[in-house]
């Protein structure tokens, strides 16, 4: 189910879901997938009978490089988000990995970001950058910065990043102390 309300007071859901997607990930997916074709046609179509070990390395070398850019990039064509009573998750990619797990009591406060771009954080991906915190940025776009108790940040990209902010402040509210309901 996901939050589709404008209004402040509305009731939020069990949980909220959210989304970002990147398809110019898949552009960089087909290069990869390319650089595989090309090392396994050197390897079936080559005559191996001049510079055995030059054709080896062109072979293990471009299927190693088309395959961390293949995963590399369907890792990262889009995020999902999911908000819970308990927690936040993000998955990332199909398979949903990498995945972090924050349970709201780590969580200070959320904060929107209409502009997020992957050249402040050195490109796509889940970022580390000391100054910066962690983030999982998938295209540029709003998104959500969630301040943690122990003084780090955490960015995601994600569509309906103003409503995230809103149910995760909500929840915050309900599992403070003295503002339990």
């Known amino acids: 189910?996901?939050?589709?309300?404008?209004?402040?007071?509305?009731?939020?859901?069990?949980?909220?879901?959210?989304?970002?997607?990147n398809r110019v990930q898949w552009v960089l997916a087909l290069a990869g997938a390319a650089c595989m074709a090309l090392g396994i046609e050197l390897a079936v179509q080559s005559?191996?009978?001049?510079g055995i070990i030059a054709l080896v390395m062109s072979v293990v070398g471009c299927i190693a490089v088309g395959l961390?850019?293949?995963f590399g990039t369907?890792?990262?064509?889009?995020?999902?988000?999911?908000?819970?009573?308990?927690?936040?998750?993000?998955?990332?990619?199909?398979?949903?990995?990498?995945?972090?797990?924050?349970?709201?009591?780590?969580?200070?406060?959320a904060e929107y970001l209409p502009h997020v771009t992957p050249r402040h954080w050195g490109g796509w991906g889940y970022r580390w950058r000391p100054e910066k915190g962690t983030a999982v940025v998938v295209r540029r776009g709003e998104g959500i910065v969630l301040s943690l108790w122990d003084g780090h940040t955490f960015t995601i990209t994600v569509d309906n990043?103003?409503?995230?902010?809103?149910?995760?402040?909500?929840?915050?509210?309900?599992?403070t102390p003295g503002n339990a309901h």
């Open 68 to 70: 961390l850019v293949l």
């Open 74 to 109: 369907l890792a990262f064509v889009h995020v999902d988000l999911k908000l819970d009573r308990d927690a936040l998750e993000v998955r990332c990619g199909h398979v949903g990995l990498p995945r972090r797990r924050i349970p709201l009591s780590q969580v200070v406060d």
């Open 47 to 50: 005559a191996w009978t001049s």
């Open 1 to 21: 189910m996901r939050e589709h309300r404008d209004s402040e007071d509305a009731p939020h859901p069990d949980v909220w879901t959210g989304r970002a997607t």
């Open 161 to 175: 990043a103003e409503s995230a902010v809103r149910v995760i402040r909500a929840r915050l509210l309900a599992i």
